[in-house]
């Protein structure tokens, strides 16, 4: 928690504020059974009605401002804590922000979400908690403990070794709960991604009837999340027994003695033992409030450990030191990878390698089609273009300089990414479009759309351009989705074109339409094309073909159905071997003329 300091400090006065008017509490809770002993003393055994009078008048007073010190308290505590947590949360979901995809891998999503609410509101809680439970129990702990032995020190010393016991006790509570905390909130993460994975696949489990089998794997994490909070439950729940005996304990001990010394010697008074017995009840429940706050900071510390685990995170990919203040694009004319590797966990063995030994050059209206079967690495090797990984070894360069030399944002602003699966975001269409340009102009939206093929369904629906879309656009089809997401790409005007798969859903029809309305901005970019059909890719400028994490082949199209296998055997398996032979024949015909 003393590491989350800095997000207390922008709050500093309610932070005061409420300690103080909770010290103001405990004294005027503490002034109490003094009055009560006086009642007594002098009221009720003198037969004194005007003291009883007079100073239960003043006991109320006390208690009025008893109340409005602690309402005082708790608004300033609440102002405190839930500013406090608002702006972790903002913090967190910020610096995730800047994780690349390997930190999100190593940290997994469902994680990420648990620590950014429920870790978040433990820390929170314990904010709120600490400026008023952990003020309160301590301060009327230590003012009942002093109270009681200015009023007799023998009693007293009955209470400060029933304290000494109790002390012993919680912290070996303490010592073994916090593991069992953490156990608590690695549990929670798993219920959660299990809870996330499902919603987001809802309707694959449906489609295959895995309702049940899906069912029986979150009863199992939920069994276990369960079990060990119920572990940590009784951890919670033993507290309040055991401090409830010991003090119920220290209470009968000081009645037999001090009732001994009223009755026997009379050096105890009635209205004295009273008070006495007021402050070791005030005792109790400051324990009980103790021990309950101590398993509170120890629920917190963990949540304090996951929360700072995240915060220290450093991203993997790093941007440049050189920063260019301007949100110009880059003006890209030539793309080129040298010798590049790539393995996902950072490793440069051979075996650890998803990409080897990748040599390629574009420029500027060019288009390079990259083609593989899957797990080939062809979407691996687009994703380190923008840098959403980094090379393990070899080098990308945008006009001779080394990519991880420019600044992140203007490198990912000059690349339109359309891809493999079109993720759209709650909201309404033109907002979609417009997600990359926020400012653009109704008739650019609309321009990107015709280009994207996507502008005659659009204004067929109910809002057109307003209609709202679910959750990851859910309302359109699959080939819908993707005209939208390759308009969002156009409408930014790239230098840099990606398109990883994103034709996949588009009918033959449809698919030409698009290539041939794309025809005129490739002229003006470097374009990146992803594609499982030939069809897709026969038109590029350079064809390279993929197998296993290395280049197979490299050509037009003319010269792959020649000259590489892989390319052949990928063409064999969608047009047939008659298509293969016969083109061979007529290439060797007239190669001999």
């Known amino acids: 928690m003393w590491e989350l300091r800095a997000y207390i400090k922008p709050y500093w006065k309610f932070v005061l504020l409420g300690?103080?008017?909770?010290?103001?509490?405990?004294?005027?809770?503490?002034?109490?059974p003094r009055l009560a002993a006086h009642i007594v003393t002098f009221g009720v055994v003198e037969r004194d009605?005007?003291?009883?009078?007079?100073?239960?008048?003043?006991?109320?007073?006390?208690?009025?401002?008893?109340?409005?010190?602690?309402?005082?308290?708790?608004?300033?505590?609440?102002?405190?804590?839930?500013?406090?947590?608002?702006?972790?949360?903002?913090v967190l979901f910020k610096k995730v922000q800047t994780f690349s995809f390997e930190?999100?891998?190593?940290?997994?999503?469902?994680?990420?979400?648990?620590?950014?609410?429920?870790?978040?509101?433990?820390?929170q809680n314990l904010l709120q908690i600490a400026l008023q439970g952990l003020v309160r129990a301590p301060s009327l702990l230590i003012g009942s403990v002093a109270m009681?032995?200015?009023?007799?020190?023998?009693?007293?010393?009955?209470?400060?070794?029933?304290?000494?016991?109790?002390?012993?006790?919680?912290?070996?509570?303490?010592?073994?709960?916090?593991?069992?905390?953490?156990?608590?909130?690695?549990?929670?993460?798993?219920?959660?991604?299990?809870?996330?994975?499902n919603v987001a696949g809802i309707r694959v489990i449906k489609a295959f009837v895995r309702s049940r089998y899906e069912t029986e794997r979150f009863e199992a994490v939920n069994r276990d999340y369960t079990q060990i909070s119920i572990q940590a439950a009784r951890f919670i729940a033993l507290n309040a027994p055991i401090v409830t005996f010991i003090m119920n304990a220290c209470l009968v001990a000081i009645l037999l003695n001090g009732g001994n010394d009223l009755v026997t010697q009379g050096s105890v008074q009635v209205g004295e033992l009273v008070a006495f017995i007021n402050y070791v009840i005030q005792v109790l429940s400051s324990l009980l409030m103790v021990s309950g706050l101590l398993m509170n900071v120890s629920q917190a510390n963990v949540s304090a450990k996951r929360i700072n685990e995240v915060l220290a995170t450093q991203p993997k990919i790093e941007d440049a030191k050189r920063q260019k203040h301007d949100n110009a694009m880059l003006p890209?004319?030539?793309?080129?990878?040298?010798?590049?590797?790539?393995?996902?966990?950072?490793?440069?063995?051979?075996?650890?390698?998803?990409?080897?030994?990748?040599n390629l050059e574009a420029?500027?209206?060019?288009?390079?089609?990259?083609?593989?079967?899957?797990?080939?690495?062809?979407?691996?090797?687009?994703?380190?273009?923008?840098?959403?990984?980094?090379?393990?070894?070899?080098?990308?360069?945008?006009?001779?300089?080394?990519?991880?030399?420019?600044?992140?944002t203007k490198l990912r602003r000059s690349i339109g990414m359309m891809l493999q699966e079109s993720f759209l975001f709650t909201g309404t269409i033109r907002d979609n479009i417009a997600f990359g340009n926020?400012?653009?102009?109704?008739?650019?939206?609309?321009?990107?759309?015709?280009?994207?093929?996507?502008?005659?369904?659009?204004?067929q629906l109910p809002d057109g351009y307003g209609a709202l879309l679910?959750?990851?656009?859910?309302?359109?089809?699959?080939?819908?989705?993707?005209?939208?997401?390759?308009?969002?790409?156009?409408?930014?005007?790239?230098?840099?074109?990606?398109?990883?798969?994103?034709?996949?859903?588009?009918?033959?029809?449809?698919?030409?339409?698009?290539?041939?309305?794309?025809?005129?901005?490739?002229?003006?970019?470097?374009?990146?094309?992803?594609?499982?059909?030939?069809?897709?890719v026969a038109g590029a400028h350079k064809i390279i073909v993929l197998d296993d994490g290395i280049i197979a082949g490299s050509g037009t199209h003319e010269e792959l159905l020649v000259s590489c296998e892989v390319y052949q055997d990928i063409y064999r398996s969608q047009f047939g071997k008659e298509e293969v032979a016969a083109y061979g024949q007529q290439h060797q015909s007239i190669a001999s003329s």
């Open 332 to 358: 890209v004319q030539h793309v080129k990878l040298s010798g590049v590797a790539f393995s996902y966990s950072g490793s440069a063995a051979a075996k650890d390698l998803v990409l080897r030994d990748i």
């Open 470 to 536: 679910g959750q990851k656009g859910v309302n359109l089809s699959g080939g819908q989705k993707q005209r939208v997401s390759i308009a969002r790409a156009l409408l930014i005007k790239p230098p840099i074109l990606i398109m990883d798969d994103s034709t996949s859903a588009l009918d033959l029809g449809t698919e030409r339409k698009l290539r041939d309305a794309l025809t005129t901005i490739m002229k003006d970019t470097v374009t990146f094309i992803i594609a499982q059909r030939i069809t897709s």
């Open 103 to 123: 930190n999100v891998d190593q940290l997994k999503s469902g994680s990420l979400i648990t620590r950014m609410t429920s870790d978040v509101v433990q820390v």
């Open 19 to 32: 300690p103080l008017f909770m010290l103001l509490e405990v004294f005027f809770d503490l002034l109490q």
């Open 148 to 197: 009681a032995l200015l009023m007799n020190v023998q009693l007293g010393l009955i209470l400060l070794g029933t304290l000494v016991a109790l002390s012993l006790v919680l912290i070996f509570l303490i010592k073994f709960s916090s593991k069992l905390f953490t156990t608590v909130q690695t549990r929670l993460d798993a219920v959660n991604t299990r809870i996330q994975e």
């Open 438 to 459: 926020p400012g653009a102009s109704l008739a650019d939206i609309e321009e990107a759309a015709r280009i994207a093929q996507a502008h005659d369904f659009i204004v």
């Open 49 to 90: 009605f005007s003291v009883i009078e007079k100073t239960g008048i003043f006991m109320a007073v006390v208690a009025l401002l008893s109340l409005v010190t602690g309402v005082a308290c708790n608004l300033f505590a609440s102002r405190a804590s839930q500013n406090f947590g608002a702006d972790i949360r903002e």
């Open 363 to 408: 420029r500027r209206g060019e288009t390079i089609a990259i083609i593989g079967a899957t797990g080939a690495g062809k979407s691996t090797l687009v994703q380190l273009i923008p840098r959403l990984y980094d090379v393990t070894s070899g080098s990308i360069e945008i006009d001779g300089e080394d990519i991880r030399e420019l600044p992140l």
